[in-house]
């Protein structure tokens, strides 16, 4: 019972909110593709409840944009992917030896290895503080409010340090992306 | 330059607000985006930039946690269970114990690559439990789940998994590892492992797959396709004659997806194999596939004899 009631709590707040969300999408760079994206918005709604991962959800309204910025992310992610695929194809087809294409796994491990080296400096080179607080929230997904009183400073020292550790990983990806 | 530098700090401002759970501010975020289109490209660098690297961390970052102060692997633990339990999101836990050793564990329906020091690496699979020792990359304990271990070889310092009282040496890459409240299974993709060197000290080869059930020393060696082996890591799973209780076991941990066995079912045999994806869409379609009847109980998705 409970789930049904969460459940159409969750798909009313979408129907209230469908213009909200759509502004939302369009204003966060989804042109066109608004609406296909609010249908997936409502896709993943339904499959949350079939897929009895749900529990009540504290801010309904909340929960869907944070859901549609997801998809944003994901999205932003593919395409990036599929530049880089194309450019990675142009670059092994005006290489020496055409045909010898991807990397071997091990190569392409190494890369990942170095990228984590790299991450983990820029992060260390912010100090201490900034860099466990970086790991706390978002590897380990420990909220603001609670690293606050882990780490016994303000809630807006939380935000400034990721705030830093934030724009110089945004800083590093540039770099990593023009070399 | 000036310009970029200050929108690229304006999103990552908004990215730390958007990321905490507790934000609710959507429209001035809304209002803020539709500013400028620049807005919208500079946050999507930053959130895709702060989601990579929060990726690729763990892998690397454990030896370092040691420096940050004393008491620190206690307080990270309790403060991520506690996390978990305030916002329903069981993220990857990783802390350190005693002697050098760490723990990695994944929820149910999460599966997680670990890097080791000499350029191996491990595929961790959803609702599992596995012990590394930081001062030795060729030692690794298999606690509960399933594991893809792909081991570069090195003749004089041969891997060693334990699982429950078994131990695996390898002698060679690629192999996957179950291990259950009912024992353990092995299945090799590419090279050898031997099960138990100092006791049955049996050679596995690519496409055979030993189980041993737990508390005895008797196992089995049956046949298994290559394409098979890990095949979970790319969203499928195979079963061939197995129990119903397995079945529901597997399906559990990899998709997160709670599955109980019906009453005095739990031994029946069932074969099929199972897209991953489709199952957590509609856990129903597990019936169709493998000749079971499906229904929603209260707490699960109860899997009876048909």
Redesign the interface.
Known sequence: MAANDSRAGLEAVFLENRE?LR??L????AGDAADDLLQEVWLKIA?RE????A?PIA?P??YL??TA?LL??DR??SV?QAERRERAWTDTHDGTTPGVSDAPS?ER??I??E???L??E???ALG?RPA?IF????????????LAQ?FGVSLSTI?SD??R???A??????RLDEA | MAHDEAI??A???W??????????D??A???W??AD?AH???????????????D??????LP?ND??RPGWTR??WL??A???S????V????WNGRGGTYTVETAPGETRVI?LAD?G?IALGGGSRLVLDRRDSRLASLERGQALFTIEHDPSAPFRLTVGEDTLVDVGTVFDVTHSAAGMALAVSEGAVVFNPDKQNVQVDPGQRLTSASGSDRYEVGLIPLAEVGEWQRGRLTFRDAPLVQVASDLSRAT???FVVAPRAAERSVSGSLVLDRV????RTVGALLGVTIRHTGE??EIGAG
């Open positions: 909200r502004r939302f369009v204003a966060r760079g499959q079939s897929g009895r991962l529990g801010a309204l909340s944009f944070r910025d944003m992310i932003y992610r990036r091990v491990h190494l990942g290895r990228h984590a080296r991450v983990a820029t992060l260390d201490a466990a790991r706390r929230h978002r590897v380990d997904g420990i909220a603001q409010r609670l882990e935000e990721l705030r550790a934030y724009a990983l945004a800083q590093l990806k540039e | 690229r700090d999103a990552a401002a990215a730390v607000r958007t990321g905490d759970p507790q934000f609710e959507w429209d975020f809304t209002a985006l539709a289109p919208a490209r500079a946050y999507d660098a930053v959130a895709l930039a702060v989601a990579d690297a929060a690729v961390l763990p892998a690397i970052s370092a420096a940050v307080r990270r403060g991520g506690l996390a978990a305030l916002v329903a999101v993220a990857l836990g990783v890097a350029g690496q997160g997806v709670a957590k869409a509609d856990p699960a998705w």
